[in-house]
T-cell receptor, first 110, second 114 residues
Framework: GENVEQHPSTLSVQEGDSAVIKCTYS??????FPWYKQELGKGPQLIID?????GEKKDQRIAVTLNKTAKHFSLHITETQPEDSAVYFC?????????FGTGTSLTVIP | DAGVIQSPRHEVTEMGQEVTLRCKPI?????LFWYRQTMMRGLELLIY????????DSGMPEDRFSAKMPNASFSTLKIQPSEPRDSAVYFC????????????FGSGTRLTVV
């Protein structure tokens, strides 16, 4: 099956700086890559996603890039704010089942 | 829509007791997933259903775990008998095949077995 690796496991940045989280996947058939944000005591929430026919997607301060050849994709958060502090999960999917990374705990220091 | 609804939010039970977790998916969604989240293992898929039919239960840890989906608006995950190592947060998620978005997760049930 698919194997998704996510780095780093923890990340601290100063408010206003950028944060980058990277994931790799193993199954070249994976064609959908969502990112989830999980705040304390809540379920993961979809924040952005990208499909394999697109190299980059942006939504305000959040962007995701995909390199199909290298089988890796990244989440970029610019101008970070304290409310961005959370655990972020990447996932890869070939169909209906998602394979999740192990999560990155992001702390934005005011 | 109220989203995916899970109950209870918190459950504390004694080892050996039966535990039942409940989930109401988003109306119209045809896939339902049960996940378990722990610090050590992250998000683990336990089982998923399509149109109320279990498709893949290979993630169910052992026979003590069972899941049902009697209709499109309700699913249960049962643990009998419960053990301390079952302590985790259990999430239910649903999605619509062919829909533009990924899973929608519920708020989870935090299970503590003492």
């Amino acid at each position: 099956g698919e194997n998704v690796e996510q780095h780093p496991s923890t990340l601290s940045v100063q408010e206003g700086d950028s944060a980058v989280i990277k994931c790799t996947y193993s199954d070249s058939a994976s064609n959908y890559f969502p990112w989830y944000k999980q705040e304390l005591g809540k379920g993961p929430q979809l924040i952005i996603d990208i499909r394999s026919n697109v190299g980059e997607k942006k939504d305000q301060r959040i962007a995701v890039t995909l390199n199909k050849t290298a089988k890796h994709f990244s989440l970029h958060i610019t101008e970070t704010q304290p409310e961005d502090s959370a655990v972020y999960f990447c996932a890869a999917s070939t169909g209906n089942q998602f394979y999740f990374g192990t999560g990155t705990s992001l702390t934005v220091i005011p | 829509d109220a989203g995916v609804i899970q109950s209870p939010r918190h459950e504390v039970t004694e080892m050996g007791q039966e535990v039942t977790l409940r989930c109401k998916p988003i109306s119209g969604h045809d896939y339902l997933f049960w996940y378990r989240q722990t610090m050590m293992r992250g998000l683990e898929l336990l089982i998923y259903f399509n149109n109320n039919v279990p498709i893949d239960d290979s993630g169910m840890p052992e026979d003590r775990f069972s899941a049902k989906m009697p209709n499109a608006s309700f699913s249960t995950l049962k643990i009998q008998p419960s053990e301390p190592r079952d302590s985790a947060v259990y999430f239910c998620a649903s999605r619509l095949q062919g829909g533009p978005y990924g899973y929608t997760f519920g708020s989870g049930t935090r299970l503590t077995v003492v």
